[in-house]
């Protein structure tokens, strides 16, 4: 079964301060997806890649920007994070297809103070 | 504007119920449509998706598609405890992504 792994699981970080989540997946996938999950939202997309060296922008980068350096790593960063980013992050994966469907990190819950 | 629109947003059925939630895309490009589960504190699995107009059963669970109406159904028999979550609908957006709607949350009472 396709494996994403996601760190930190949980994170409390301080208003300004910088952020990184990591998102590893080791099903050789071209697509990698980061959303952010809030209750009366569902998810929402913040940036995806289509491989390595690749990222665009979702529905919702602004405060947010992301990195690929490899095909199994994809990172979103927080320069500076506000409250207003206190979430559920989620990772996914996925080999590019049409109908191809995403497998999903376990999530990163963070909080902003 | 959320693109996928999902009802109702909750539904309670009691064990051995059917439940039945509905989903339906705004965008008139959208053919195919893919049904996710979402546990407590868990993260999204893929539960069915549906590509063709019609009806598809897997087990007690069966989706159904109408590509005119741009809506999709999945309809859960003999519900049971361990069925209560989230269940979230996608839609594609043309760039192999997805537009997720919010889901509708399921309980099963025993």
């Known amino acids: 079964e396709a494996a994403v792994t996601q760190s930190p699981r949980n994170k409390v970080a301080v208003t300004g301060g910088k952020v990184t989540l990591s998102c590893n997946q080791t099903n050789n996938h071209n697509n990698m997806y980061w959303y952010r999950q809030d209750t009366g939202h569902g998810l929402r997309l913040i940036h995806y890649s289509y491989g390595a060296g690749s990222t665009e922008k979702g529905d919702i980068p602004d405060g947010y920007k992301a990195s690929r350096p490899s095909q199994e790593n994809f990172s979103l960063i927080l320069e500076l994070a506000t409250p207003s980013q206190t979430s559920v992050y989620f990772c996914?994966?996925?080999?590019?297809?049409?109908?191809?469907?995403?497998?999903f990190g376990p999530g990163t819950r963070l909080t902003v103070l | 504007q959320q693109k996928v629109q999902q009802s109702p947003e909750s539904l309670i059925v009691p064990e051995g119920g059917m439940a039945s939630l509905n989903c339906t895309s705004s965008?008139?490009?959208?053919?195919y449509f893919w049904w996710y589960r979402q546990h407590s504190g868990k993260s999204p699995k893929m539960l069915m998706?549906?590509?063709?107009?019609g009806e598809k059963e897997e087990g007690r669970f069966t989706v159904h598609l109408n590509k005119a109406s741009l809506h999709t159904s999945l309809h859960i028999r003999d519900s049971q405890p361990s069925d209560s979550a989230l269940y979230l609908c996608a839609a594609p957006t043309g760039y192999q992504n997805f537009y997720f709607g919010k889901g509708t949350s399921l309980t099963v009472i025993p």
């Open positions: 998706s549906i590509f063709s107009n």
């Open positions: 996914a994966s996925g080999d590019g297809h049409n109908y191809a469907e995403q497998f």
């Open positions: 965008d008139r490009n959208v053919d």
